[in-house]
């Protein structure tokens, strides 16, 4: 939906995201803001999910281990791109911010 407060109030004040389009691992709510603002900021942004590839794993209680592959695009020097990036989270239900950590990174081309 493109609603940046609704999806920085996902991760915990303690997350730690480890992000697709930086080498920074980023530990502090401002930072992950910042990073979202800056990814925010890029023309013609979508994201798509590849749902077959969705895996849920139970880990106990009310915390969860998602990954899968999406597809980030936006527009880089007025071309649109896409990058295929592979994620994982862990999720505690229990807490009101329930992402404690997400992992994104580019898929590498095959050799």
Not at 43 to 50: G, R, T, V
Not at 65 to 92: H, K, P
């Amino acid at each position: 939906t493109a609603d940046l407060e609704a999806l920085i109030a996902l991760y915990d004040d303690s997350a730690v995201l480890i992000p697709t389009f930086s080498n920074r691992l980023l530990s502090k709510p401002e930072a992950i803001r910042d990073y979202f603002v800056k990814l925010g900021g890029r023309d013609e942004l979508s994201i798509a999910l590849h749902e077959k590839t969705l895996n849920v794993q139970p880990i106990g209680g009310n915390i969860f281990v998602m990954n899968g592959i999406y597809c980030w695009r936006f527009e880089v020097d007025e071309e649109l791109l896409s990058f295929e990036a592979r994620f994982s989270y862990i999720l505690d239900l229990k807490r009101d911010k329930p992402i404690m950590h997400h992992h994104s990174s580019q898929i590498p081309r095959m050799l």
